[in-house]
C-alpha cells in the first residue's frame, strides 16, 4: 500500500516510517504539517496514518477530506480520543505511546490482511 504519515516529532514519524516499510508498503508522504499532508492528498494514497495535534492545527480537516475520498486512516496521537469529532469516531485511534502491534494490525486491516496477534 501507499501510506501517508502525517507526525510532527521527527523520531516517532522516523520510526513509524520504518514500522510501515518493514511490513512492505511505501511511505509516499512523511508530512510536518496538515498543509503539507493536505497537498498529498491527491498523490493515490492507500491509507494514512494521521496524528491530531500539529504545528498548523489539528488533522480533523484532513481527516474528514481522506473520508470523503475513501482513503481509510488511522489517528495515532498522545490526544484523547474524545477529543476526536463525532463524524470521525469511527476511525481507528491508537494511542500514543503506541505498540507496534497497534500500528501492524491497523495497516493489516487497512490492506484486507488478517491481524498479527499482539505479543
Known amino acids: ?3 501517508l504519515i502525517l507526525e510532527d516529532d521527527p523520531l516517532t514519524a522516523l520510526d513509524l516510517q520504518c514500522l510501515v516499510e518493514d511490513c512492505g508498503h511505501e511511505v509516499v ?3 510536518q504539517t496538515v498543509a503539507d499532508a493536505g497537498r498529498r492528498i491527491g498523490d493515490g ?6 496524528d491530531v495535534d500539529l504545528p498548523d492545527g489539528k488533522s ?6 481522506l473520508h470523503r475520498s475513501r482513503v481509510p486512516f488511522a489517528f495515532v496521537s498522545a490526544s484523547r480520543r474524545s477529543e ?3 463524524d470521525l469516531q469511527g476511525a481507528p485511534f491508537i494511542p500514543k505511546p503506541y505498540q507496534h502491534a497497534a500500528i501492524r494490525n491497523s495497516l493489516a486491516e487497512a490492506g484486507g490482511m488478517p491481524l498479527r496477534r499482539a505479543g
Open 29 to 31: 508522504g512523511l508530512c
Open 60 to 65: 480533523f480537516a484532513l481527516a474528514e477530506r
Open 45 to 50: 494514497l492507500d491509507f494514512a496514518l494521521l
Open 84 to 86: 476526536v469529532p463525532a
Open 1 to 3: 500500500m501507499r501510506i
